[in-house]
């Protein structure tokens, strides 16, 4: 099978902070470096790190072949990115020396994608094949609803968290990634718990915790304890989880197995500087000792 991501493109610069600066507050940084990035990418990245084949679907600007070029040296199909008269995303992440972040974030060619260039694309998707979004991206409705209908396995990663947003491409989701927070909001918007929403598949990311998992079908759910390790900085970790989830469910492996080598990826990218470049491949998350 394969994975189809409509996902964003970003170049991320990276600042290193003493501390999150606050509302008026300006911060002398002690380094910089610039990193491929956004939700959409870090994913592609790391499903196509843990063994998968990866279409991504997006768009840069004409000052982004940089960025094609790395994703296409990371082992992802980049047929399928435009280059749109719209700047690059832009992320300006500032990293605290416990690794907690702060990012501001300029969309760009990222929400300038048209539905009708995603339905030309997925024309060559088969049935069977995964669909992921994230909200960084234009066109989410219309994706999912024709992932639906062409029998693709449609994949949400509810962050940036937007509750209607969620709301919007909930008939059409199999699989649905989120965090306790994004949960808990998208339970005050919905009147729905995780175990309650119209989704098969629904992980709950509980950062240094873990992970929750609910087979809605079943009415099963099971926790995964995250790997205790020394954390440098949190940037891409979650992407890196969902990237190896997906790539999880695309090489047919069962669930718990799945979510276990993914919680092995974010450990891994926890302890590193940096977004999709940095990123652990397959055999690196297999040979890890925590």
Known sequence: MAIWNLGSINADMVYAVPHLPGPGETLA??????????KGANMSVAAARAGSHVHHIGAVGPDGRWAIDRLTEYGVDTRH?????????????AVEPGGENLIVLLPGANRAISPERVASVLADAAPGDLLVMQNETSAQVEAARLGRERGLTVCYAA?????????????????????????????????????????????VTLGSKGARYFDTNQGKTAEYPAHKVKAVDTTGAGDTFTGYVLSGMDRGLPMPQAI??????????????????VIPDLKEVLEARF
């Open 81 to 93: 990115i435009a280059t749109l008269d719209a700047p690059t995303g832009h992320a300006i992440i």
């Open 159 to 203: 962050a940036p968290f937007d509750a209607q947003a969620v709301r919007d491409v909930l008939p059409w989701l199999d699989f649905l990634i989120l965090n306790a927070v994004e949960a808990e909001q998208l339970q005050q918007a919905t009147g729905l718990s995780p175990d309650q929403l119209p989704v098969q598949h629904v992980i």
């Open 29 to 38: 940084a002690s380094g910089m470096e610039r990193f491929l990035g956004g």
């Open 260 to 277: 276990t080598q993914a919680t092995r990826a974010a450990a891994l990218m926890v302890m590193r500087h940096g977004t999709a470049d």
